[in-house]
């Protein structure tokens, strides 16, 4: 037998040994040459990960295990948050941010069913799921552009006496303007939820100190889909300063129970047996109390173990990512008269998830985008353009209930009809990034 003479120890090192020369054997990008396909976002990985998720698998804990635990306390520390919580994907970590701000616990604070929820209807599905599903309701507000990002001068026509959260984007890696919308919310004693799937690792500087895009807010969200940041397949998570947000949110992911003993652990608290709850018999056991309407919205143990590889990767990334955007704007300043090209927020330093850009008049998108993906350059929109223009709006369209709009969304439907985006993702070298200025040069000339 191959494993005689071994101890498990042993055996599990020589089996990660050769994960490690397998993937350095057959995982090896090839180098790119024109002609080859630019995606827009790729897996940026190498044995480590692989190495990581062997491990998880040998010791087939399956379930959050310490790798979870790892993840957790290192993300949390990467980010200046006091909790986090990993969860199974970034649209779970919005569901959860927002469903937590629905519990009893937070008393007259609790955002309740035809409450509203200020938000943009440029951007992501499952940032404005979680409020229809609920029962609130969203409250769409137009974006500027070159920024694409929430219109602040229009916050305060959005209010009403039914307002209880901000819930928005950072678009594509760049930053809103944190400064108005948390002071629009803290003026008015609201919740703000930071969707920053699309921008981890983005820095503002907030009253004089720089900060992480995530953390300003009193939640914050991140996605781990491949495409993303950083990767672990599947996976996102939830994170806050504020222990009764994480209590809650923590309570929600893990079913809705009220116990807090881990995976594999009972009587943590010391008191399983000895305590009432609601109008269960007395010393109900704690392990099956449930305090909310929960989920299972928990990630594997072997998600995580790929996304402690990648965290440490993620440094060199955010770096990778910003050198790619400077290079592809100054490349393409040359055309800004036929494309209105992307600009940070002021304050901010973005970790840029792409590249928007919005044709100017008399230059067709159609055109445009079908040249760039002919001459093999994947391109996106600026994911649901006009969120209310979408089929599942119709019915709340024709009754005109479910939903409040600001004013016309008059810059948000350009956004529709004239912007589109590549990738600059860390995978991307500068031959990459000067073809796709190339060929971007050619289809707008």
């Known amino acids: 037998m191959h494993f005689e003479g071994k101890n498990e120890a042993e055996a599990r090192a020589e089996i990660l040994s050769l994960v490690r020369e397998y993937c350095n054997t057959y995982h090896q990008k090839k180098p790119w040459k024109e002609g080859d396909r630019i995606a827009y976002a790729s897996r940026v990985y190498d044995h480590n990960e692989m190495v990581n998720l062997t491990d998880s698998a040998l010791e087939f804990w399956l379930t959050s295990g310490r790798y979870t635990d790892q993840f957790e306390k290192e993300f949390a520390a990467y980010l200046g948050v006091r909790y986090c919580s990993l969860v199974n994907s970034g649209s779970s970590a919005n569901l959860l941010a927002f469903m937590t701000l629905t519990s009893p616990l937070l008393g007259e604070r609790a955002v309740r069913r035809g409450d509203e929820v200020i938000t943009v209807a440029a951007g992501f599905p499952t940032t404005v799921t979680p409020i229809l599903q609920f029962g609130a309701v969203p409250v769409f507000l137009d974006v500027t552009i070159p920024q694409y990002n929430i219109d602040v001068t229009q916050l305060e026509a959005a209010l009403s006496d039914k307002t209880r959260a901000v819930m928005v984007a950072h678009t594509l890696g760049n930053p809103f303007d944190l400064s108005a919308v948390k002071a629009f919310c803290d003026k008015h004693g609201l919740w703000l939820v930071e969707d920053n799937c699309d921008a981890l690792g983005s820095e503002y500087t907030y009253n004089g100190k720089t900060c992480l895009t995530g953390t300003v807010g009193d939640i914050g969200t991140s996605s781990f889909y491949p495409p993303h940041h950083m990767t672990m397949g599947e996976g996102g998570a939830v ?207």
């Open 239 to 445: 994170y806050t300063n504020n222990p009764l947000l994480f209590k809650i949110s923590r309570s929600m992911r893990d079913w809705g129970r009220d116990c807090v003993c881990p995976s594999g652990h009972d009587g943590v608290c010391g008191h399983r047996f000895d305590r009432q709850y609601g109008e269960l018999p007395f010393g109900y056991d704690h392990k099956y109390v449930y305090s909310h309407f929960g989920y299972n919205l928990k990630a594997t143990d072997m998600q995580a173990a790929v996304g402690c590889a990648q965290l440490q990767k993620f440094p060199r990334f955010v770096e990778r990512r910003r050198h790619n955007f400077a290079r592809l704007k100054a490349a393409l300043l040359p055309v800004a008269d036929k494309l209105i090209l992307p600009e940070a927020c002021p304050g901010s330093n973005p970790s840029w998830f792409g590249f928007l850009m919005t044709c100017r008049e008399g230059v067709e998108r159609e055109k445009v985008v079908a040249y760039i993906e002919k001459h093999g350059i994947q391109t996106r929109m600026l994911f649901s353009g006009n969120m209310v223009k979408h089929p599942c709006f119709d019915e709340m369209r024709k009754s005109g209930e479910g939903y409040r709009v600001v004013g016309d969304l008059a810059v948000t439907d350009t956004v529709m009809t004239r912007t589109f985006w590549v990738g600059v993702y860390p995978g991307m070298n500068d031959d990459m990034i000067d073809y796709m200025a190339k060929v971007i040069t050619e289809a707008v000339q």
